[in-house]
């Protein structure tokens, strides 16, 4: 078969696939008024931003609230307040290991020579230390705390059998510590972001397991008939994960180049099958929420999520373009890579509508500008995505750091962004307690913000350079080595900023619980309300 | 959307069709494509040398897999030629690797024959490269007054010895160089179900 006529017939199944899901999912069009995007207010709170102060004095006020949703809502949260307490403060931890890896390793790209006598510090080392206490310590740890939050939410119930997801994050934990362990001290199964031996990831699959009870006893107790958008992101990405992660790490049934499809199957549905619905379904609850008005476009969130769910499955052959690998596949996966744009193209415009004449909200509420520069960069990095695999730009940047900058504006800049806005909204909903010092937050913001711009850039115009270099071969090899220097120490100074953001929001955290105790061994006084809609 | 059930079946299906694509037809197909002529399967030292180079995260900064002239220059640079599938039956893990931060060391076994270069190599790069930006390994050599019998001396170029010392090879340090000097895929092609 030649390629356009793989490239043609992938297109048309493509399209003929899509329409075929959306229609048998869509909703039956009589069974409501409305079309599902208003089922997360309660009576009377469109128009309105949701404050903390209406949580608050709902909980503790003497006159409690009249809405029976309120009253919902808050028991909802006080179900869910424990567990989603201890997934955050293992995130906390994880992001600040992540963040000392990652640039002791960055570092060490231009310093060759820096902390060479102990093997755990070398770069080979440190470097999958930071991937991984990302990939199974700060993002499942936070999406997954944010996820048990929202979902009681939205099924207008209580979070059934907590402590199977408390016992589960335990081992999910103890598992992470037990991997990292063992990659310092050089065991590695060898294959990018399945590093961690698998005798170890029989603990992952136990934890995670037991995080999903929960999540599934809920869902059958729900009390809305309308499975709103974020149920649908959470929802999958939680069948998804387990299923990729038992086939990725089942020993002995990979081999030769098929374990290196399996492995760019495994490495890119993790981003785009886990981390992303998960904050993209954090973006579908939040941001309505924080400007008191209904996503725009059901129809448009319908596409956008079975676009998601139907193409970014299969683009994970886009790592392997010019390797040892069938051809069909790395064509199949650069057409779905260009697929891809629908679904973006869907979730960027139902936002935009959303936020149009309502971006006054944007200058009162940290969470919203972490949400908004999250989805933005969702879409850049889609979209950035998307050519990348094109093979023609491809052949440029396929061996270089435009394609680790390029994974961070994924990762940190929508994903990381977005979790961290979750967590500014949650935390005081959970803990009872406002944060103590808002231009913490902003610092916070523009570190992280000002940080992740300096990484991307350097590292996309020196990744872009070095491609360069490499395909001319009248030049060197090394001087495609030399030449990224200067922007290899731009990105450990990026880097550094994120990082220094990271102990800002973990330091404000700290001091939000140091306050909560003080106040809990003082008088019975009742709950100061705080204000402000975070 | 009303039913989880319905929603939950979606999102496998999708999956299902991704993992058939990406998985299920590999499996069939290339898992396990016949080993090349012309390729011999590890030693047991190389292998383990193979499991110092995974330890030590040699793949993240160097790939194992030569482009053809279509994509880029790499046997001009003496990479040598595209690879295929069956130059890989021997690698469980494939090491294909995703960055060139350093150069493709498919054929490094080829390109660069001698011990005591890739010893000293790992003691220092910076010996032998200067403007190298790969990470030096001294924790897989010991530094001694002198050497013992049957202990392998690596000879430094001038000003990198340390004075008056030796520069003695760990076992993991020549286990490795027994895998690099294995990287050797120069022996013809033959086309495999790969094209």
Known sequence: MNTLAILMSAFILSIVGLGFFIWSQRSRPASTTTDGSEVIFAKGELGHPESITQSISTAHGPAASDNLELQARVRADASTAQVVFFFYCCAFVWLLVASAAGLTASIKLHSPDWLVSQAWLSFGRIRTIHLNAVAYGWAPMAGLGTALFIIPRLLKTELVGARYALLGAALWNAALVSGLGSLAYGVSDGMEWLEIPWQIDLLFVAGGALVGVPLILTLLQRKVAHLYVSVWYMGCALFWFPILFFVANFPGLHHGVEAATMNWWFGHNVLGLFYTPLALASIYYLLPKLIGRPIQSYNLSLLGFWGLAFFYGQVGGHHLIGGPVPGWLVTLSIVQSMMMILPVAAFTVNQHLTLKGHLSALRHSPTLQFLCLGGLMYTASSLQGSFEALRSMNAVTHFTHYTVAHAHLGLYGFVSMVFFGAIYFVVPRITGRDWPWPRLIAAHFWLAAIGIAIYFVSLTIGGWLQGSAMLDESRGFMESVALTLPYLKGRSVGGALMALGHVVFAAHFARLLIGERRRAQGTASPLKTATGAL | ?195
Request: proline fraction near 9%; charged fraction near 20%.
């Open chain 2, 1 to 195: 959307m009303h039913s989880e059930t319905r929603l939950v079946l979606g999102g496998l299906t999708t999956l299902a069709a991704a993992t058939a694509a990406l998985v299920v037809l590999p499996y069939f197909t290339v898992r396990d494509s016949a080993a090349a002529p012309g390729l011999a399967p590890y030693t047991a030292t190389q292998l383990r040398g193979r499991t110092q180079y995974i330890s030590h995260g040699c793949m993240y900064c160097h790939s194992q897999q030569p482009r053809t002239k279509a994509f880029a220059p790499d046997a001009k640079r003496g990479w040598g030629r595209a690879t295929v599938a069956g130059d890989y039956a021997y690698d469980d893990p494939p090491l294909l690797g995703t960055m060139r931060t350093g150069p493709d060391l498919m054929n490094i076994g080829a390109r660069q024959p001698s011990d005591q270069w890739h010893l000293g190599h790992l003691y220092q790069p910076r010996a032998y490269v200067p403007n190298s930006i790969m990470p030096a390994y001294p924790f897989l050599f010991e530094i001694r007054d002198k050497a013992e019998a049957g202990e392998t001396v690596v000879t430094l170029p001038p000003g990198f010895a340390p004075e008056g010392k030796v520069v003695v090879a760990r076992p993991e340090a020549l286990e490795l160089v027994s895998y690099l000097k294995s990287l050797d895929r120069s022996y013809p092609a033959v086309e495999a179900a790969t094209n």
